[in-house]
Each structure stands twice: as C-alpha cells, then as structure tokens.
C-alpha cells in the first residue's frame, strides 16, 4: 500500500504538481513517508501551517464555544452560495422586471423558498 500512496503522490507531481498546501491523513498509514518522499517542501509547509494555527489559537479557541450545529454553518458557505445561485437563477429567467417593487418581490420570494429548508435539521 505503501508504494501505491508513493505512486499516487508521483503521478500527481508528473502532471505538474508544485505544492501541496492542505493534507488531511487521520493517521492513515505510510502517508507522511509517501508525501515526504515525492514532494519534500510539505513537510516544512506543514510546519509553518500549525505554527500559524498555534500563533493565533487565541483568535481560534471562542469559534469552539459554539455548538456543533452552529459551527456547521459558520464553517460552511455552501448556504450562502446556494441562496445567492437561486436569487440569480430567478432574476436570469426574468428579462424585464416593470418597477422596482417587482424585482424585489421577486428577490424576497427566491429567498424565501430557499431559506425554508434551513429550519430543517442539519444533515450528518
């Protein structure tokens, strides 16, 4: 397995992979010494990452004190992109809106409509 990771991580860098800036391993096996080997700047990146992460932990600590839930939304932007996407998609199918009033009206319901599956749980 370990030589498939190394592969991998080879293949990727014959493509034109210069650097690795993110790795999420969870432990997996043989990973680091794969990634070491076919790019070995990550290893220092990696390093200057948490150093950054240690340096500002103050700033990072308080976004734990919230709830699971509430951290979901804050840490994902999908939402925001969705209801921006359907608000665009409404206005792209209407060419010619007659006063102001109706542009916004439109805007509201678009809104409305894609806000409403917020108030639903959270899918895991």
């Not at 800036?21 to 700047?41: F, R, W, Y």
């Amino acid at each position: 397995m370990r030589s498939f990771r190394g592969t991998v991580f080879n293949a990727l860098k014959a493509r034109g992979l210069v650097d690795i800036l993110s790795v999420v391993m969870d432990g997996i096996k043989g990973m680091t010494q794969a990634l070491e080997t076919a790019c070995p700047k990550t290893g220092t990146m990696l390093f200057c990452c948490s150093q950054i992460w240690r340096n500002t932990w103050v700033q990072v600590v308080p976004f734990f004190r919230f709830p699971s839930e509430v951290r979901r939304l804050i840490y994902t932007t999908n939402s925001i992109e969705v209801l921006n996407r359907a608000i665009c998609k409404v206005i792209k199918t209407r060419t010619l809106f007659p006063a102001k009033a109706a542009a916004k009206k439109l805007i509201f319901l678009a809104m409305r409509n894609d806000t409403a599956a917020w108030k639903r749980p959270a899918v895991r």
